[in-house]
């Protein structure tokens, strides 16, 4: 699972370095390199969260495969019609944003299948779900820290067209592990009756109901707008409007990545051991505004690339934290639609994100976009930490259903 998993999130790093660096190249348009965005994570989002009940129905392991297969298949379009002469930008914007939203359409429910598949995994390993969840986070920071340091240095070398045939040759090659590797029995089979419209619904009252989860997931939805606007705009317009290459997009992505990494190894090793509530706050609070603020004022190289080492230090510690609350907090037979259709929440603002970037950086300039998105990356991450359900975060207060109304 964790093989599949870092393959599938290395391969999407990659892209998400790639197609920003080949419509800024090709149009000169923050607002075109906004909407691909939007174009495929619109898709996703909407997918994965319709997507919880046929998880449930099906098993994860079927759905990872046949999602992978699919999205590889159409983001292998991107590279081909380049090659041909048939995707040259501005004129062939529209196919291009069909290819990556029908590729966001089928990633979205095979993203969440593999999520799906954790607490099948921690039976079978008799690991806890921290320390699962823990590993899925640290595998995941490193994938893409990897992903990172290929999509730049891919890029700078072959062109960012040719690229994101990396990113659909991971996406077949995750598919394969799935299909060899992880059994039948990693499904988590619910034996509930009824519509999948009331199958769905089941998920979403449970949101409903969970006040800890609801303040979590509108908090990620908005540093997720925020992110994504970053990734997808603001950073490659301000390194390439400096004169430099995608090649720096790559190494910050590397060293926030290697950071996260160690940081995540920490959270795992020690899970238990500390305040998931403090370490969640203070792990966002370093996460973001700290990188947005240093490109904004025109930092030194050196501070910018400190800046996002202690970010990546920060970040370490959020996956692992909302993973396990997560499991600890939702239904075995519900996992699936309810992971679904919290990871679509989470995930809202990313289509968004793109749009919001473009628009800003167009109105505004980069710097003063990336200073107001610092600064409301500092709000989002601090303001709901002084709600009162957020102390059940911790394991005295942590177990299923405490904290719903």
């Known amino acids: 699972m ?24 090709q149009t000169r348009s923050p607002g075109l390199t906004g ?23 099906r098993g994860p392991r079927t759905i990872s495969i046949v999602g992978d297969v699919l999205s590889g298949g159409f983001l292998a379009l991107i ?16 196919l291009l944003l069909l290819l990556v939203a029908l590729a966001g359409a089928f990633r979205g ?30 595998f995941d920071r490193a994938s893409g820290l990897l992903g990172a340091g290929i999509g730049g240095l891919l890029v700078a070398g072959f062109g960012a067209p040719e ?22 029995v990693a499904a988590v089979e619910s034996t509930e009756t009824g519509s999948y419209r009331s199958r769905l619904a089941a998920g979403a009252s449970f949101l409903r109901r969970d006040r800890l989860l609801r303040s979590v997931l509108a908090m990620i939805a908005v540093t997720n707008l925020l992110e994504a606007a970053y990734i997808s705009v603001m950073l490659p317009v301000w390194v390439l409007d400096q004169g430099r290459g995608p090649e720096l997009i790559g190494l910050l992505g590397l060293v926030f990545g290697g950071a996260a990494v160690a940081s995540s190894l920490i959270a795992t090793t020690m899970s238990g051991r500390f ?10 609070t370093l996460a973001g505004a700290p990188r947005y603020l240093a490109l904004a004022v025109d930092a030194p190289l050196w501070l910018i690339v400190a800046t996002n080492v202690v970010a990546g230090l920060g970040a370490g510690f959020i996956n692992p934290t ?13 996992v699936g639609r309810v992971g679904s259709l919290a990871d679509a929440l989470a995930w809202a603002g990313i289509p968004l994100g793109g749009v919001v970037g473009g628009a800003a950086v167009a109105v505004m300039g980069v710097a003063p976009a990336l200073g107001a998105a610092g600064a409301a990356y500092l709000v989002s991450t601090t303001v709901p930490g002084l709600r009162p359900e957020w102390r059940e975060m911790d394991p005295a207060g942590a177990r299923p259903g405490v904290g719903l109304e």
């Not at 799906?116 to 079978?124: E, G, L, Q």
């Not at 690229?163 to 039948?184: C, E, K, M, Q, R």
């Not at 305040?275 to 966002?284: E, N």
């Open 322 to 334: 909302i993973g396990a609350i997560f499991f600890e907090r939702v239904p075995r037979p519900i």
């Open 109 to 138: 429910p095979g993203d969440g299948a593999r999520n799906t598949m954790i607490p099948a995994v921690a039976d079978a390993s008799g690991l806890s779900i921290e320390k699962i969840t823990g590993l899925d986070s640290t």
């Open 163 to 184: 690229t994101v045939a990396v990113t659909a040759g991971a996406s077949f090659v995750s598919a394969l592990v799935v299909a060899l590797f992880i059994p039948a």
């Open 35 to 57: 909407v691909v965005l939007a174009a495929e994570m619109a898709p996703y989002v909407v997918s994965k969260a319709l997507g919880g009940p046929l998880v449930d129905r």
């Open 2 to 25: 964790l093989i599949a998993s870092s393959v599938s999130i290395a391969g999407t790093r990659v892209s998400t370095i790639a197609l920003p660096v080949f419509v800024y190249t």
């Open 79 to 94: 590279p081909i019609l380049y090659a041909v002469g048939q995707l040259a930008l501005p004129d062939r914007i529209p």
């Open 275 to 284: 305040s998931r509530r403090t370490a969640y706050l203070v792990g966002f």
